[in-house]
């Protein structure tokens, strides 16, 4: 029987857009009507996040609301394995978390296996609030910025020339052509406030000519100029098939056309374990982003939240990928109001971000979640005092000189550019 169905991705986590986006491509092919209105659905799949409260907040709220429409719902995302005691209170429904997101197909009529489907895609459609082209020009055209932008430009031209740049410049201002590839799944890390790797499972990373194949389709016939790599941590890519992530960089930016690429969501140490390839292989000016979540930078606060690196190792190669390769947009994320933070770390983490220089990032509130080691530590704040700490990387971003905005118009993240 054929269904309609209403997506709805209550997320902004690229990875679950990614899914989103599969599945709509799944459900078509089998003949099912994707639609618009939920008022017209036999069925509902709504994506949820639940990394941290702010996403989970989302996710609930959309998840009480969708439930009105009396429809058959089902609920894709990780919030059913990061906090089912709060799910359970108010839903008891189908529930499909990443882990298992093969058995979406046991809900629908098929000839075509998911499996056909579980890849890489153009994931526009299914942002949950995509970043619009007027918010764009507002923020290239204020007047402060022009000059920020001009200089970027011309730095830019210097290494991309005139032409290349300015293709660069537009597909990004309008969103245009972004194509992720989806490499693996699955996480290899412990980290003690994370709650993820529950609901994401252990990794299984793709075959590398599986996935060059599909990057040299998108690129030469999807015309795609914009690839982006998508994992739950893209330097684990290649330990469950006696590879590394060095390895599919090094076959992605020898295809011969042009298009850049952006690394999401990289651990600071495989920067460390592969420094001298990954820095031979930016010499081939496609790889322009990278998101490096250095999360702090004391490293008291580090082994707090398990994870293994040493900072200023990571503050020495991060700065010598940067003068090496002006071009690279660098982006981290900080957690802020750690356990036990003091006020000390709070400059130290703003000092990082100014000295690296990295170039965006997110600043986010730390918050419980459930059964993970952080949240049975001593030394947690309020949360009139966690607000107080976002105030302060707030005011101290201005300082040095970053543009600032508190997301969603409130404390729980900061967005900062220079």
Not at 2 to 24: F, G, H, M, Q, S
Not at 43 to 55: E, H, K
Request: glycine content about 4%; charged content about 30%.
């Amino acid at each position: 029987m054929k269904r309609k169905v209403y997506l709805y991705n209550a997320t902004e986590c690229p990875r679950r857009t990614l899914d989103c986006t599969n599945i709509r491509d799944f459900l078509k092919e089998n003949g099912h009507f994707i639609v618009e209105n939920p008022e017209e659905a036999d069925d509902i799949l709504l994506f949820t996040c639940a990394a941290w409260d702010m996403p989970e907040q989302y996710s609930v709220e959309a998840l009480k609301k969708l439930k009105t429409y009396q429809k058959n719902l089902i609920l894709m995302g990780c919030l059913s394995e990061i906090n089912p005691e709060l799910l359970d209170m108010f839903f008891n429904g189908i529930k499909i978390p990443p882990k298992t997101l093969h058995s979406i197909q046991n809900h629908f009529s098929h000839e075509t296996s998911f499996s056909c489907f579980d890849r890489g895609n153009d994931c526009s459609s299914y942002l949950r609030r995509p970043f619009e082209i007027q918010r764009n020009l507002t923020r290239i055209s204020s007047i402060r910025n022009i000059p920020k932008q001009l200089f970027r430009y011309v730095k830019s031209s210097v290494y991309f020339g005139p032409v290349r740049t300015f293709r660069m410049a537009f597909d990004l201002l309008t969103r245009k052509k972004e194509y992720s590839l989806k490499i693996a799944t699955g996480c290899v890390w412990n980290c003690s406030y994370c709650a993820v790797k529950w609901a994401i499972g252990r990794l299984v990373s793709r075959p590398l000519e599986e996935c060059d194949e599909e990057a040299r389709e998108a690129v030469r016939e999807g015309g795609y100029r914009r690839v982006r790599l998508i994992a739950d941590d893209v330097g684990s890519y290649g330990l469950d098939i006696g590879i590394s992530f060095v390895d599919i960089l090094d076959r992605l930016t020898r295809i011969n056309k042009f298009f850049t690429l952006s690394l999401g969501e990289l651990n600071p140490v495989w920067i460390l374990r592969h420094y001298e390839q990954f820095n031979e292989i930016l010499k081939r000016k496609k790889i322009v982003s990278l998101v490096v979540p250095v999360q702090s930078a004391s490293q008291r606060i580090i082994g707090l939240m398990n994870r293994k690196y040493d900072i200023e190792s990571v503050k020495e190669h991060l700065s010598g990928l940067k003068r090496r390769h002006r071009y690279l947009h660098l982006i981290t994320h900080i957690i802020a109001a750690f356990p036990t933070e003091t006020s000390e770390e709070i400059n130290k983490n703003v000092s990082f971000i100014r000295d690296v220089p990295i170039d965006a990032g997110n600043v986010i509130m730390y918050s419980d979640r459930p059964g993970t080691e952080s949240s049975k530590m001593d030394g947690h704040f309020p949360q009139e005092e966690k607000e107080r700490r976002m105030g302060e990387y707030f005011r101290l971003l201005k300082k040095s000189r970053y543009q600032a905005e508190f997301r969603e118009k409130t404390p729980y993240a900061i967005y900062f550019t220079r």
